[in-house]
C-alpha cells in the first residue's frame, strides 16, 4: 500500500468528553491486492471515501462492493477486511467519535456498518483536507473547530449519502433537478405538490417520498426553505420595504404565516434579523 498524507490527533481526556471529537484522516491512501484484516475492528467510526478503482470489504460473511463515487461507513470494533480488485483502488478516510455520534446515526435509521453513494463527493473530499490542516495547526482551540467540522461532515452525510441500492444516486437527483429549477425560478407564486408533480409526471406521493430520499425533506418544507433564503436578500436589500410586501414577494400567503415560518427556520424575526444584520454593516462597512 502507497500511504499518502495522514494525521492522527494527540487527544486529551478533555476532548474525548466532547459530543464529537476528530481522531485523524488519510489522503490518496493506495491499498494493495492483500487483504487489510482487522479482526478486532476499529475502536472508531471511519468514513473511507473512495476517489479511484474499487475494493471488497468482508462484515460478518458478507463481501460489500465499494467503487468510485461511493464510500464504507465503519463502526466501531466490528471485524472486517478489505482489499483492492480493480488496482489501483486509491481511497481518502475520515476517523471521528464522540457520545453523541450514536444517537445522531439513530435518529437517520443507520445502525450498522455499510457501503453508501455519494452526491457531490467533493464535498467530503474537502472536509478531509480541512481536517489534516487543521489538525497540523497550532491553534489554541482547535478541538473545538475539529469537532464543529466533524458535525460537518454528519451533516454533509445527511444530505448527500445514499445506501447503494435500487436507482443510483446521481440518477436519482438529476431526476429532481427540474423540480429544484422550478421552486428556484418561480418560488414567488404559489406552488402545489401537484404542480411539482406533474413536472416529473408522477403522483404527489411519489414526489414525497423522492424528495424525502434526495432533499431529506418534504417538498413543503424545502420551498419554505427557499422562499425564507430569499426573503432574507429581500430584507437587506430593501430596507424600507414594509414586511407585509417581503412576504408576498417571497411567496408567503400572510405576512403572519411568513413570520412564523421566519422565526421557526432562523430562530428570530424577520424585523429582527433585518435589523441585526443592517447594524452589523454599518459597524462593518
Known amino acids: 500500500m502507497r500511504i499518502g498524507d495522514f494525521i492522527f490527533a494527540l487527544l486529551s481526556e478533555k476532548e474525548k468528553k466532547l459530543p464529537l471529537y476528530l481522531v485523524g484522516a488519510g489522503f490518496d491512501f493506495h491499498q494493495e491486492l492483500d487483504p487489510h484484516k482487522r479482526p478486532k475492528g476499529y475502536p472508531h467510526y471511519q468514513w473511507i471515501q473512495v476517489v479511484k478503482g474499487s475494493g471488497e470489504m468482508t462484515i460478518d460473511g458478507e463481501t460489500l462492493l465499494v467503487s468510485e463515487n461511493q464510500g464504507i461507513l465503519l463502526f466501531p470494533d466490528v471485524p472486517h477486511e478489505y482489499h483492492a480488485i480493480d488496482f489501483p483502488w486509491i481511497v481518502n478516510w475520515f476517523t471521528f467519535n464522540g457520545y453523541y455520534i450514536k444517537d445522531f446515526l439513530e435518529q437517520i435509521h443507520i445502525g450498522k ?76 407564486k404559489p406552488i402545489t405538490i401537484e404542480e411539482l408533480a406533474d413536472i416529473l409526471s408522477i403522483t404527489p406521493q411519489y414526489l414525497c417520498i423522492l424528495f424525502k430520499k434526495i432533499i431529506k425533506q418534504r417538498p413543503i418544507a424545502y420551498l419554505n426553505n427557499v422562499r425564507i433564503n430569499k426573503s432574507k436578500d429581500i430584507l437587506l436589500k430593501n430596507s424600507l420595504l414594509k414586511i407585509e410586501e417581503v412576504s408576498i414577494r417571497s411567496g408567503f400567503e400572510s405576512s403572519s404565516y411568513f413570520c412564523s415560518i421566519f422565526r421557526k427556520i432562523e430562530g428570530l424575526s424577520p424585523g429582527k434579523f433585518r435589523e441585526l444584520h443592517l447594524h452589523q454593516k454599518y459597524l462593518n462597512p
Open 113 to 188: 456498518t455499510n457501503v453508501y453513494s455519494v452526491v457531490y463527493s467533493d464535498i467530503f473530499t474537502g472536509t478531509i483536507r480541512k481536517a489534516i490542516n487543521l489538525l497540523r495547526s497550532t491553534n489554541s482551540i482547535k478541538d473545538l473547530e475539529a469537532s464543529a467540522l466533524v458535525y460537518d461532515f454528519l451533516i454533509s452525510f445527511l444530505k448527500y449519502a445514499y445506501l447503494s441500492d435500487g436507482d443510483s444516486v446521481s440518477n436519482l437527483h438529476s431526476r429532481m433537478n427540474p423540480v429544484l429549477e422550478y421552486i428556484n425560478e418561480n418560488y414567488a
